[in-house]
């Protein structure tokens, strides 16, 4: 096992334009989350999955953005309509256990830049 | 809801020295705790968890940290600073470990020679 995947590693759009992060987990872990990193800041919890079930959505997770986690396994990350303030480092996590989260394994990260 | 304050964007500390690394948290039960450590331009790695048992844990790299209940605190520390120790530094909780893991906002620690 690789740890966790994240793909792109790095994305530069135009502001206005759809882009799509997709994350792949451990295998077996359960719990997938997303957050947002900035710049001097610690990574902001955006939402988290329970094998293929959305939890928990942040406030800060404007209609703009989706998350998907088809069949529990890999997960995808979607914001429509770009915005410069969306530049930033998207994080994904995972970690085992179908109840208690033990400790959450990150990826590399996907670093968008909205031009 | 559970929250964490992390106390001193930057701590800067002489090579060999103690380190020490604040962080205080809110949490309506019971909580999972943990220290995160990031390098630059690489993901967070686990250094140590507090989920139950024993309160003094320790971790990856020489890094201990305490849990005490009645100061709701979990600092982070290390006898003797090394160069390689220059990084950011998350606290993390989780409610029971139920919940989602909630980040503070970090401490940048520098290493001085």
């Known amino acids: 096992d690789t740890g966790v995947s994240q793909n792109p590693r790095h994305k530069i759009t135009k502001r206005g334009q759809n882009v799509t992060f997709r994350c792949d987990p451990i295998?077996?872990?359960?719990?997938l989350y997303w957050y947002r990193q900035t710049l001097g800041q610690g990574p902001e919890f955006l939402t988290y999955?329970?094998?293929?079930?959305?939890?928990?959505k942040s406030r800060l997770l404007s209609d703009r953005f989706s998350a998907e986690r088809p069949k529990g396994s890999f997960s995808t990350l979607e914001i429509q309509r770009t915005e410069q303030g969306d530049s930033a480092m998207y994080l994904c996590a995972s970690s085992p256990g179908q109840g208690r989260a033990t400790e959450a394994f990150f990826g590399q990260g996907t670093r968008l830049t909205v031009v | 809801a559970q929250s964490v304050t992390q106390l001193g964007s930057h701590v800067s500390v002489s090579e060999g020295a103690l380190v020490l690394l604040r962080c205080n948290y809110s949490?309506?039960?019971?909580?999972?705790l943990f220290w995160y450590v990031q390098y630059p331009n690489q993901g967070l790695q686990l250094l140590l968890k507090?989920?139950?048992?024993?309160?003094l844990v320790k971790g990856i790299n020489g890094f201990e940290a305490e849990f005490k209940k009645s100061e709701t605190s979990f600092h982070l520390t290390k006898p003797s600073a090394h160069m390689s120790d220059a990084a950011e530094y998350f606290c993390a909780v989780s409610d029971l470990g139920r919940d989602k893991i909630i980040f503070g906002k970090g401490t940048r620690l520098h290493i001085l020679p």
């Open positions: 999955f329970q094998n293929e079930a959305q939890l928990e």
């Open positions: 507090y989920t139950t048992g024993a309160t």
């Open positions: 949490s309506s039960v019971p909580p999972y």
């Open positions: 295998s077996e872990h359960n719990r």
